[in-house]
RNA sequence: GGGACCGUAGUGAACCGGUCAUCACGUCUCCCUGUCACGGAGAAGAUAGCGGGUUCGAUUCCCGUCGGUCCCGCCA
């Protein structure tokens, strides 16, 4: 089969009385007797097939006449489809599609690929299942328009991603995702088996983004985050999808400003480039921020962790302030806050404890209790976090051994200290966490293609 | 790790201590040349997760078990 002559559906709006040939999956069909319209998509779009059962359909497999008639197609066939675009009469026009004043007229259906009767209902606007469901059968409910949209704004949070870190100087790399002997400590770690070395997948790419700034100074990386926490929560997931940046050469307030334009100027590329989702969803825009003052750009709020309590306290009678970290509600009644006052979806918490963060976080110069570290609160949950590291590599390893750790275990990392690093820091977005409150999705496994948890790597696991 | 709640046709939901467990979507049969989540008529499809208990009688109440969802903790 050729299909070179292949038309995209699309683009079937240019080719009003042509012939055409386009290849898609069966969406809906509506029978009525006589005549029978399918809803064909592809990857450019959808639209109505008409198919005249009293008309001659050529083609090959006369034998299979009936499915020419379209009497054996069903939703999710792979079919090809040969036929005149007519311009529909102008009542029948349907507004809600791009190639809702076109029609094909069939003249010939060749199903390429025939789909099994579906566990549920596929053709609805909205696919109506429980969690469990929507993942036991993710191959198949990934089609759904609907859920294939969430992917496609993940792209361009990946893509605006790509292109501010760029606009910022950073070099892209790739790090490994296998370490021997060494954790960073916090999350519990995946142990694997490495030519019979004991070795653990990375919690992120944090020590590796950091050795290559005396090489590139400005680097950001994509890469998976695997952490073992016997946790299961709405907000958590075993392997998670990180978009990293790292700064040489920058202090604790050059970083924040940076944060703050990696993380809007990524969503707003992605809100730019979704419109349509953004409209079918019936999403909420992304507010960035009111401007303090003429000319300057949109502010996000800034708040140490002690001050975000604080507020906490005055605005939401809940007394915090001892903890060393928000609390899920805390995270929830700050952006709260930061909507209404500041008419901003994001906040920045700064200096957390220095005990509450991993050994390579700067403490603060001024009182090293806390440290010189910040998280991004997006729609009521931390969607980034980072930190001024520690460059000197005396205080590092000092810092290192104060948690218990062994330098010795770090020897591959400390060699880029012990050489030179200059001051610098960097940040850390969560892919899907991003992705869900862009949606504001009840559960972030919604937000990953695969989701990885305690209870599933794709399918259940037996306990 | 602690707690709360939920398991009913393929899917999503409803009801109920008492004759045949209800509805929607899907499936099957039939009707329909203009629908677009088409419509109409009919049919099939459920030992109410599993095990035990209370009761004259349990899908319904109780206990256990398995599975799930959510909250807290941990964590990002």
């Known amino acids: 089969m050729k299909m070179k002559n292949r038309t995209l559906i699309l683009d079937c709006t240019k080719k009003i009385g042509e012939n055409v040939t386009i290849y898609g999956y069966i969406q809906t069909r509506r029978d009525h007797g006589k005549i029978l319209f399918l809803d064909v998509l592809d990857r450019s779009g959808l639209i109505q097939v008409v198919v005249s059962k009293g008309a001659h359909l050529r083609g090959v497999g006369q034998t299979e006449s009936k499915s020419h008639l379209g009497g054996e197609i069903s939703p999710q066939d792979v079919v090809t489809i040969s036929g005149k675009v007519n311009k529909r009469p102008p009542n029948l026009v349907n507004k809600n599609i791009p190639t809702g004043e076109i029609e094909i007229a069939a003249e010939k259906i060749e199903v390429l690929s025939k789909a099994e009767e579906l566990p549920f209902d596929m053709g609805g606007k909205d696919l109506d299942l429980q969690l469990p469901t929507l993942l036991d059968y993710r191959s198949l409910t990934l089609r759904h328009p609907k859920v294939k949209q969430i992917f496609k704004v993940q792209a361009t949070i990946l893509e605006g991603f790509r292109k501010i870190s760029k606009e ?210 997006f729609r009521g949950v931390e969607v980034m976090s980072g930190s001024q590291r520690i460059n000197d590599y005396f205080q590092l390893v000092d810092s290192i051994k104060s948690r218990g750790m062994d330098p010795k275990n770090f020897e591959m990392y400390l060699q880029a200290f012990k050489y030179g690093m200059p001051p610098e820091g960097g940040f850390s977005f969560g892919l899907e966490r991003m992705t869900m409150h862009v949606f504001k999705l009840a559960n972030i496994r919604e937000a990953a293609l695969f989701p990885r948890d305690m209870e599933r790597v794709d399918i259940r696991l037996n306990k």
């Open 168 to 377: 910022l100087g950073c070099v892209e790399v790739v790090v490994p995702e296998i370490a021997v002997s060494s954790t960073e400590g916090g999350a519990e770690v995946f142990k694997v088996d490495y030519f019979d070395h004991k070795a653990f997948l990375t919690q992120s790419p944090q020590l590796y983004k950091q050795m290559l700034v005396p090489v590139f100074e400005r680097v950001f990386t994509i890469a998976h985050a695997y952490r073992a926490e016997p946790s299961v929560t709405t907000r958590h997931l075993a392997v998670a999808t990180q978009l990293d940046c790292e700064f040489g050469f920058v202090d604790f307030e050059e970083l924040l400003d940076l944060l703050e334009k990696a993380g809007t100027e990524t969503l707003k590329f992605a809100e730019a480039e979704s419109k349509d989702v953004f409209k079918e969803w019936n999403l909420e825009t992304i507010a960035f921020g009111s401007s303090r003052g003429a000319g300057e750009a949109g502010k996000i709020p800034r708040l140490t962790l002690r001050e975000a309590q604080e507020l906490i306290l005055k605005e939401f009678k809940r007394d915090n302030t001892k903890e060393k970290d928000l609390t899920p509600q805390d995270e929830i009644d700050l952006c709260t806050w930061a909507k209404n006052v500041h008419k901003s979806d994001f906040v920045t918490i700064t200096h957390f404890p220095t005990q509450a963060k991993p050994f390579y976080t700067m403490p603060d110069p001024k009182n090293s209790e806390y440290s010189l570290s910040y998280d991004l609160l």
